[in-house]
Each structure stands twice: as C-alpha cells, then as structure tokens.
C-alpha cells in the first residue's frame, strides 16, 4: 500500500476519533449553568443564586452556583453549602403527618382536641377556638381559625431583639392570647398551625418531631444528609458553613444575625442543601415517601373552593398563571406548565414540574430581589427540554 494514503488514512479515522458529539445531558447542563449565569447577571444585587435540577429520565443531578456566600467578604458561593429553607419546612412536616394518616395512626379529619397536648387544647379553648371543630386538615392548609403569627410582641422583638429565643410553647401562647381569631375553615396563613401540628407529631411518635420525621420521610435511604433542624440537631458530618441569606429592606439583617427559633417549630426551621432539596421533591413527586399513591392526592384536598388560597407566595396579580395553597403545598398552574412545591421566607424554592418529571431547587441569597417566578419556570422547562 501506498506509504502516504496510509498515513492520510490514519489521520482521518484519528481525527475522527477525537471529534466530540455533544450529549442531551451536556447540553442540557450547559443550558442549566447559562441560566444560572443570565439571572445573575440580570440581578447582580441578589448576592447570589444555587440552582439544582433533578431529571432522572435524562441523568440529570445538576448543581450549580454564582456569586457570594457573604456580601461583606465577597467570599465565593459553593453549590453545596447549606441555608435555611424557610417555609418549605412546612412541606416537610405536611408530609410527615401525611405518613401518620397512611400508617392509621391519625385522620385527616379527625378532631385535634385528643391529638395535641393537654395545654394546648386547653389554651384554645380558653381563648374561644373551636377545638372540638379544628381537624387536622384545617391546620395543614392554614385554615383553622389561628392567625399569623405577626404580633405586637413578635414585632417587637423584631426591631430591637433579633436573638431572642422563641419557645414553640411561648409562640403559641402569644398567638392565641392576643392576635384576633379568624373564621374557622377561612384561609389564614400562620406558622402556628404547624408549631401545632409538630406537637401533634411527638404526642402520636412519643419522641421529638425532628427525629420522628427523620425516620418518617427516610432521610437515610433518599440520602438527605445535609438536611436538619438547625440548632435542633446537630450539623451533619462534612456540612459547609450556611450562606448568609439577607433581606434588603430590613437593612440587609440576614440569618446569622436572627436567632433561628424564631421559625423553628415546624413553620420553618430546616437548613438543607439545594440539592437534598431537589431530591426530595423527586421522591415526593414519584411516590418514594409515601407507601400508596393516594397519600400523596391527600395533598391536594380542597376544604373550601370557593375560598382559595390563592398567591401564596407568589405575584396573584400575575395574569400568566394561578396558584393555590393545599395542604403544605401550593400548586401553580401556568399557561403552559403545572409546579407543585413551596417557598420560603429567605429566597429559597422548591418545585416539581410532573410534565417532565423533575424538580428543581433554587436559592437566592437576597431574598427582596425578585426574581419573576413565571420567567424561571419558563426557563427551567426550556433548558432540561432541549430542542
């Protein structure tokens, strides 16, 4: 043979050999990452941003970060590190409670008055809460007839004692003396039904709320292992140090200036990776919690139609799509997509898109810099759906 055709030959097949297709996963990926760097750069006062997208369909587990963990120090944002989840604890204990009712253990529509505490069932009667009506759905979808937890005193303390140390006892107390009781089966948003509803979790487990839903929600066989009560439990092996999470129009306070007890009793309370967060959205979503599926449609019971909980977090004006609080959840449904999740006071999300079976977390270190919700789940759709 020809020397020289050989060696041409060889070239060939080697350069084709090196040649590179681009991969449904790499592409999606990519897109995920330039979606992350488009939001920063459309809001660079937002500190920082952590994304992560679960889609297994595609063997996507994606992370991603931009920004700062500290706006002071300009120290660098790490896709792992940890920060308070806020309100989304509140799907967490939901789904908790929601395993009592599967395992026989408690009903949705069952009486609190046998469930809570003594004191507790005592305390709301005294103040002129139906107890005997007051069923455990009507606390998991905030419509029991307690009102928010914004007080005079918690106001208070607000502007002059950010490390003051709630009591779950202390707050419930103090709502119930002195905030002005709704109407029972109307829509009131209040961490207090969840302080309540944790209560009911240690009488029925006889043990702390936090570790009973450990073993509830199986932390361990998900891998949730940098998910916790913060001060409740201790950091996990190898956790990171939490990012800072501010609020601008409180003077740029973040949480390491609040004392965390101030949303710890199952209102908020739980630190947790974005990834840990996406994970366990998945299991939520596609019935690795839950024994039978029906448990999970418990979650989207309606106790009123014709009163919604409607906006719950989230722009109601907004023309594009609706949303409306069930039971721990708020379901949203856009023009052209569905999410099922929560958010929470500090910048953070938590969504499953069951169009595409996946779920997404996401942070934003300065929570009053807003980000249009509508426009990100457009985005996160169109990024893991590649042409």
Not at 18 to 39: F, G
Request: proline share 3%; with cysteine; net charge negative.
């Amino acid at each position: 043979m020809n020397y020289k055709v050989l060696s041409i030959i060889i070239a060939t097949v080697f350069c084709c050999s090196c040649q590179h297709k681009t991969t449904t996963k790499e592409l999606i990926e990519y897109n995920l990452e330039s979606l992350l760097d488009s939001i920063y750069q459309a809001h660079p006062n937002g500190v920082g941003f952590i994304l992560h997208v679960e889609v297994p369909e595609k063997n996507i587990s994606w992370s991603g970060a931009v920004g700062y963990t500290n706006r002071e120090t300009k120290e660098l944002l790490q896709k792992d590190q940890p920060g308070q989840i806020g309100s989304i604890t509140k799907t967490f204990v939901s789904c908790s409670i929601l395993r009592l009712i599967e395992m026989g253990k408690i009903e949705l529509f069952q009486s609190i008055k046998s469930l809570v505490p003594e004191r507790t069932a005592k305390l709301l009667a005294e103040n002129g809460y139906p107890v005997d009506s007051i069923t455990v759905g009507h606390l998991l979808s905030h419509r029991s007839s307690i009102p928010s937890s914004s007080t005079m005193k918690w106001i208070e303390k607000e502007q002059i004692d950010l490390k003051y140390r709630w009591s779950r006892d202390e707050q419930i107390q103090d709502v119930i003396t002195n905030a002005k009781r709704g109407k029972l089966g109307s829509f009131d948003y209040s961490d207090i039904n969840y302080n309540i509803l944790t209560e009911i979790i240690e009488e029925v487990e006889e043990t702390s709320f936090y570790l009973a839903m450990r073993k509830l929600l199986k932390y361990e066989e998900l891998g949730l292992n940098h998910t916790w009560f913060y001060t409740l439990e201790g950091d996990p092996k190898n956790a990171k140090a939490r990012f800072h999470q501010y609020k601008e129009s409180r003077n740029w306070v973040s949480t390491y200036d609040e004392s965390p007890n101030w949303g710890l009793w199952g209102g908020s309370g739980i630190v947790s990776t974005a990834e840990d967060l996406a994970k366990f959205c998945q299991a939520l979503s596609t019935n690795n919690i839950f024994e039978n599926r029906d448990t999970f449609k418990l979650m989207f019971t309606s106790l009123d139609d014709e009163n919604p909980a409607t906006g719950i977090g989230f722009d109601s004006d907004n023309e594009q799509y609706a949303s409306q609080y069930k039971m721990g959840i708020t379901q949203i449904d856009g023009i052209d997509f569905r999410a099922l999740g929560h958010d929470g006071y500090w910048g953070s999300l938590m969504y499953h898109l069951p169009e595409y079976d996946a779920s997404f977390a996401f942070f934003g270190l300065n929570a009053d810099e807003l980000i249009d919700f509508d426009k990100l789940f457009k985005a996160i759709i169109r990024a893991i759906k590649p042409l």
